[in-house]
């Protein structure tokens, strides 16, 4: 679809204290600046996917430029879209389900995939099994939650985490 993500990686690096078969290892990792350029339409707005935050960029005639800064070797993968994240929600959908979606009133998600992470949390705020990481595709995501018969009583929770933007949405429920 519209979205494109961008891995951008820093890979500058000198000779560090290791000596490995053929010499001094290239191990320790420099510092490295620069404007990364990427000729695509009209971007409107653009998420670090590690740091979960938007990040600064301009676009203009369809050329998107970015500046990043590294302080030694390091990465980050970038979510470009053509409009910014619509807002995140979550419900209760039947055969306790949770239905993840990203859209608002005057918009639904871009075309594409949007990380997330689901934590079931115990009533000591414990992260459960069956937590983890998921893809909301175009915006859209159902997750079963499945409690075990010998499961704590009480009350529990499920936390979703749109990981662009870092929103985050808590659904309550209790468990007899």
Avoid at 64 to 89: C, E, M, R, W, Y
Avoid at 123 to 146: E, I, N, Q, R
Wanted: charged share 25%.
């Amino acid at each position: 679809g519209p979205a494109d993500y961008l891995f951008v990686i820093n890979d500058r690096r000198t000779y560090g204290d290791y000596l490995g078969p053929w010499k001094l290892t290239m191990e320790k990792g420099l510092p490295n600046r620069g404007t990364v350029t990427v000729r695509r339409g009209d971007t409107k707005a653009a998420y670090d996917l590690v740091a979960h935050r938007p990040v600064p960029f301009a676009c203009k005639k369809g050329v998107t430029t970015l500046d990043v800064d590294f302080t030694t070797n390091d990465g980050q993968v970038i979510l470009l879209l053509d409009h910014s994240l619509p807002k995140l929600a979550a419900a209760w959908a039947a055969d306790k389900k949770v239905q993840v979606t990203m859209d608002s009133a005057r918009q639904d998600a871009s075309p594409a995939l949007y990380p997330i992470r689901i934590d079931v949390l115990d009533p000591a705020g414990k992260v459960m099994d069956g937590s983890g990481h998921a893809c909301a595709v175009d915006g859209k995501y159902l997750f079963p939650v499945d409690m075990a018969l010998n499961d704590q009583p009480g009350n529990w929770k499920v936390r979703v985490t749109e990981l662009a933007s870092g929103q985050q949405v808590e659904l309550p429920f209790t468990v007899p």
